[in-house]
């Protein structure tokens, strides 16, 4: 079922916004999307889901304030950030909504001065270029920016 966006002139729908407040997340739809649905998260389980959220700097993207997106990152706020379990429904995705939420973690005010940031994939390399990551020596799935 296609759903009807009104786009903005980046083509990012104008009624979509992210929040780091955690008790605006929707734990059951994050927990369904990882535990179900995330190739990186197989087996885990909802308890291991939600210490993970309870202990990271999440980020909720919503859209008409129906969450459809989530990101979170591990930090000392000084020096290291590492982005974690970053998705977009897969209904929602094609318009930017991934690039809207990496845009405002990578400048999020408190994240600011890092001198590593680190992240994993196996499938979204070029995606993650975008904002300056680059593949380590240390694995083909392992990127970081310095």
């Not at 083509?11 to 407040?21: E, F, H, K, R």
């Not at 680190?118 to 993650?128: M, Q, S």
């Amino acid at each position: 079922m296609s759903q009807s966006h009104t786009p903005s002139h980046s083509g990012v729908p104008t009624n979509c916004y992210i929040s780091s407040d955690k008790s605006k997340l929707d734990t059951s739809m994050i927990c369904d999307f990882l535990i179900n649905k995330a190739y990186w998260a197989k087996g885990r389980d909802k308890k291991t889901v939600l210490k993970s959220i309870e202990n990271s700097l999440c980020f909720g993207l919503y859209q008409n304030d129906s969450m459809v997106g989530f990101a979170r990152v591990i930090t000392d706020y000084s020096t290291f950030a590492w982005i974690l379990d970053l998705f977009v429904l897969e209904v929602d995705r094609g318009n930017g909504l991934g690039k809207k939420l990496m845009d405002s973690i990578i400048t999020d005010t408190r994240l600011q001065g890092m001198i590593r940031w680190r992240l994993n994939t196996h499938d979204a390399h070029a995606f993650y270029e975008k904002f300056g990551f680059r593949k380590t020596e240390q694995s083909e799935t392992y990127m970081e920016k310095l």
